[in-house]
């Protein structure tokens, strides 16, 4: 059974707050990604990984930073938390090659105060 | 526009009865296609992949239309444990990432 692993159910940080949200896999997998989610917006991609020190930004990188030192864990990075960065964190990862669909994290629920 | 489409919902269907749900997208290189399940304050969870010639899993089956670009879902016999979010998700680019719909919910009441 593919295992993601995120560090953290529930996290409550101030505004201005550097943040770190981790995120492990133990099936080898070269593709790692982070999503947001939130109310009828969705999932949305905010940096992914293809490799280890690769890295590529999404569809709302503004805010956020990755690391991805060891291949099989990507941190999030949140450089100064802000309220409007509440949200339902996701972390998803799935093999490099074929089409095999993607395995998540439990998520991790962020509120920013 | 927004590259995968779907219908937000909620359906609202009674128990037994049989629901669809359809997914477009917009990007025809786009290489595969699954149906996930997200039920509330959870991950996502593959609910079934998607083949050109379709596919049946118990009571869901699932159909691609390539030529219109859409994907649909079929419930039937529907349960009040399939009350979930319902995802569309393709695997687009040389990276294969996964891009998700906006997810169509499911009510299914006594």
């Known amino acids: 059974d593919v295992k993601v692993t995120q560090s953290s159910r529930y996290l409550v940080k101030r505004t201005g707050e550097k943040v770190f949200l981790e995120c492990v896999q133990d099936m080898d997998h070269e593709n790692m990604f982070w999503y947001r989610q939130d109310p009828g917006l969705g999932l949305r991609l905010i940096y992914f990984?293809?490799?280890?020190?690769?890295?590529e930004k999404g569809d709302i990188p503004e805010g956020y930073s990755v690391s991805r030192e060891k291949k099989e864990r990507f941190s999030l990075i949140l450089e100064s938390a802000s309220t409007n960065q509440t949200s339902m964190y996701l972390c998803?990862?799935?093999?490099?090659?074929?089409?095999?669909?993607?395995?998540f994290g439990q998520g991790t629920r962020l509120t920013v105060v | 526009r927004k590259e995968v489409e779907q219908d937000p919902g909620p359906f609202n269907v009674p128990e037994g009865a049989t629901v669809a749900f359809n997914c477009t997208y917009s990007?025809?290189?786009?290489?595969?296609f699954f149906w996930y399940r997200q039920d509330c304050r959870k991950e996502p969870k593959l609910l079934m992949s998607v083949y050109s010639s379709g596919n049946e899993d118990g009571r869901f089956t699932a159909q691609l239309n390539r030529a219109s670009q859409y994907i649909s879902l079929l419930i039937r016999d529907s349960k009040l444990s399939d009350s979930a979010t319902y995802l569309c998700?393709?695997?687009?680019?040389?990276?294969?990432?996964?891009?998700f719909g906006r997810g169509t919910s499911l009510i299914v009441h006594p």
């Open positions: 990007n025809s290189a786009s290489q595969s």
């Open positions: 998803a990862s799935r093999p490099g090659q074929g089409y095999t669909e993607a395995f």
């Open positions: 998700v393709v695997l687009s680019g040389g990276s294969y990432i996964p891009t």
């Open positions: 990984s293809y490799d280890v020190k690769m890295k």
